[in-house]
């Protein structure tokens, strides 16, 4: 179990890291926004199902509500994450930002 939870972790690392690069690398604000939207959450929720198999271990009925509470937050940010990328597009839009265009000739 304790191989389980470790490659999790691992595996959200390297959401987040991917979701990090992303922001970096890419050249304008809403698709910068994409990876924060979907790797981030993507990576916390992986990252938090290891955290509440790491706690469910000594199965108690503390380790189990403890687990469940972790489980909350999972559905939580699964649902709010999104949406505030939504709305923080939405308010890109409203301030006039024009999305980048490849331009002829362009090459990096």
Do not use: N, Q
Not at 80 to 87: E, L, R, V, Y
């Amino acid at each position: 179990m304790t191989i389980i939870i470790f490659l999790l972790i691992i595996c959200g690392l390297v959401f987040l890291t991917g979701g990090s690069l992303g922001i970096l690398r890419f050249p304008d604000f809403y698709s910068r926004l994409h990876p924060a939207g979907k790797l981030d959450t993507g990576g916390l929720v992986i990252i938090l199902l290891a955290f509440a198999l790491h706690t469910i271990l000594p199965l108690t009925l503390t380790a189990l509500i403890t687990s469940l509470k972790i489980l909350l937050i999972v559905v939580f940010v699964f649902i709010t994450s999104p949406t505030a990328i939504h709305s923080i597009v939405d308010a890109g839009v409203r301030a006039g930002l024009v999305p980048w265009e490849k331009k002829e000739g362009y090459r990096k």
